[in-house]
């Protein structure tokens, strides 16, 4: 996310094509287009973002979100620890949390889903999911969240779960909880 709304000042002099870039801060997104980072912030899991990066995209789309930025970020869970503490007063580590920074307008989003890649290893040894699914998981539920869902109640919980289920399975994937697999009361 960039840090200020104001540019930097033009080069005096013109830089070569391979120069290193003069700010390490990400440039704001076009009005017209819909920005996805991915921050790796764990070192106990090797983790590819493609899937993770498309299927935000999907839920977001599908949302009929087509402007603005979101980052996804994987973290451990001494991270997600003090994150929920911070953010929720949770004294524990959680699966995924979502931050919807603004909302400027119906087709626009700027947001946070923070996953944690420890919660998900051991979640998916437990499932019999492999690690990158599981972390599909929580992407999915996370930018669920920032489009509206909500899992609050059984009728909520009901609607995201088909949501959820709709995506996974453009992936291949048949959600842990139509199986039967799930255990009463846990929650993606």
């Avoid at 997104?29 to 973002?49: C, G, Y």
């Avoid at 009929?64 to 994150?83: A, C, F, K, P, Q």
């Avoid at 420890?118 to 999915?140: K, M």
């Amino acid at each position: 996310m960039p840090e200020s709304d104001t540019p930097s000042p033009a080069p005096t002099s013109p830089q070569p094509e391979d120069a290193e870039p003069l700010s390490s801060v990400p440039a704001r997104p076009s009005p017209a287009t819909l920005e996805i980072d991915w921050a790796d912030r764990q070192a106990n899991h090797a983790i590819d973002p493609v899937r993770f990066i498309e299927a935000a995209r999907s839920v977001l789309e599908q949302a009929g979100i087509r402007r603005g930025s979101l980052s996804l970020v994987v973290v451990n869970d001494d991270e997600m620890h003090r994150l929920n503490r911070l953010h929720l007063e949770h004294d524990y580590p959680t699966d995924v949390l979502s931050f919807l920074l603004d909302n400027p307008a119906d087709d626009e989003i700027e947001g946070e889903v923070i996953v944690s890649a420890d919660t998900a290893a051991r979640e998916s040894a437990e499932y019999g999911w492999r690690l990158d699914d599981e972390l599909l998981l929580y992407v999915v539920h996370g930018c669920l969240h920032l489009v509206g869902h909500d899992d609050h109640d059984d009728e909520d919980r009901a609607a995201m779960r088909q949501a959820e289920a709709r995506v996974l399975a453009h992936f291949g994937l048949q959600p842990r909880w139509l199986d039967g697999e799930e255990r009463e009361g846990k929650e993606a």
